[in-house]
């Protein structure tokens, strides 16, 4: 399978989906619903590529897109980086409280949440109900209702006799084991931790390796440098 | 398993269900629904164990359909549609007349359990909007002032309604779904209105056959006499051809009859002899 990702040419096994070609080549695609170990969902939203070329092109996601003959992708267009700052931002408003959330928002430089905070402890993005269906086999909890009313719980709410309280639901979620409690009441965001985060990018890295292509934008990838040095040392 | 004790009537029922069905799920809830008028906590617990499946795939899906519910429904279920064509001619009032009349609201029953009611998004008729369902029994052009008359029928017995009284059981004009004549024959009452009238043919006899045209009414007159449980086919006067569609007979299984309503849809009806079977697609 011949593709294109970001203008660079890969031959993909026909198993692989965009994401695994993206994070072979090591281009970043930021994930929240994505994990190794399991099925992969598409909930989250946040992994979304744009594919096609010309005026057709389309927003997919790429957790569950698997590689076709002729793809051409970006990852980091401005069409994808606006998708995916609305999605966070729809998420983070679901619910502030989230470290992992928190933390995407600063890496991509989300600046503000324009919906109405819900302060929920769940964003349905279904890694609980693979984790106990995949990794555990126990199939206790699932989406329950549908649109704006869907859930996740037991049936009927109550204490499910599949369930073997091994905890795996928690220890994946990425919304109640890690809190953040910065949250600023108006704003809904933190950003905390992201000042006093270390350089996470690479020296050597170009446009293609950024992430979210927001290179010097989110501050994580030069220390106390000006803009202006930084675009020097590209040129 | 996720059910210790099992009554045997619910046991019969499921078991039944399931045989017919082939195990698909949503044939086998519907059923139980339609026992019901609900889902009991037993029922999906045992679909559960007897499908194979695990508790909370079958709750997600039951969960996921309007047309299921997990809570007791009452004895008559009042459907309000809300969709576009019924909302702009004035659905939601007929909606607050009823929460007025019953005090409930939509997805609610009266302590009674007598009446439930709910609403719809759309019931397919929007050419006689705005409709009310109640027990399966059609009212068109409902105006807020009738809703009270409608429900102290439904008290009296919905069946019992006589159709000459209550005009708003409605007359239908079908043409052939093929040549578009029109089988309206005005020159035979049935039920006081113009009958629809076709040819039909079973065993070796042919003859016409004339339907009552008001949707509801089960009133025919025929040249031979047709036994119970016969299937007929039926035929339209002008063009001789077949009438018969792809559409099974909820009831019976039987291939539906097509008839084009003027001014739009579909009406289809069941061609055996005593089955009641049949269905409105505007």
Known sequence: MKIKIDGISFDAPEYFTILDAARFLGLNIPTLCYHEGLSPGGNCRLCVVEIGKGDRTKLVTSCTYPVEEGLVVRTSSERVIKARKMTLELLIAQSPTSKVLQ??????????????????????????????????????????NRGNKLEITTPFDMESEDCRKCGACMYICPVVTLRCHGAHP????CSGCYNSLQPTCTSNEDNYNCW???????????????????????? | ?????????????????????????????????RHYNYLPEDAIKLVADKLEMPLRDIYGVASFYKAFSFNKKGKHIITACL??????????????????????????TTKD???????????????????????????????????????????????????EKYKHIFPVKVSCPRCNHSLMNTEHLIDNYPCIHITVSFGRKHGWLRLSSLYG?????????????????????????ELTSSFECPICGANMVPLMIRGGGTVHFCPRRGCKGHMLDV
């Open chain 1, 103 to 144: 933390d995407l928002a600063s890496k991509m430089g989300l600046k503000q949440v324009r919906f109405k905070p819900k302060w929920e402890s769940c964003i349905n993005c279904g890694l609980c109900v693979r984790m106990c269906e995949e990794q555990m086999k126990a199939k206790a909890i699932g989406f329950v």
């Open chain 1, 186 to 189: 108006e704003s809904v965001l």
């Open chain 1, 212 to 235: 979210m292509g927001l290179k010097n934008e989110c501050g994580t990838c030069y220390n106390g440098e000006s803009n202006e040095n930084i675009n020097e040392n590209i040129k």
């Open chain 2, 1 to 33: 398993m996720y059910l210790s004790e099992v009554s045997t009537e619910l046991e019969s029922i499921v078991d039944a269900s399931i045989k017919k069905h082939n195990k698909f799920l949503i044939a086998v809830l519907q059923d139980i629904q």
């Open chain 2, 83 to 108: 969709g576009t064509a019924c909302h702009v001619r004035g659905g939601p009032k007929i909606v607050d007349a009823i929460t007025k009349e019953l005090n409930i609201k939509p997805g609610e």
């Open chain 2, 113 to 163: 359990m007598q009446f439930s009611l709910e609403t719809a998004a759309c019931l397919g008729c929007c050419a006689i909007g705005p409709i009310v369902v109640v027990d399966g029994v059609y009212f068109s052009n409902v105006k807020p002032t009738m809703v009270k008359k409608i429900i102290e029928q439904t008290k009296s017995g919905i069946e019992k309604t006589d159709i």
């Open chain 2, 217 to 241: 009414s089960y009133s025919i007159e025929s040249e031979h006499e047709i036994p119970m449980d016969t299937e007929l086919n039926c035929f339209c006067p002008h063009c001789h051809t």
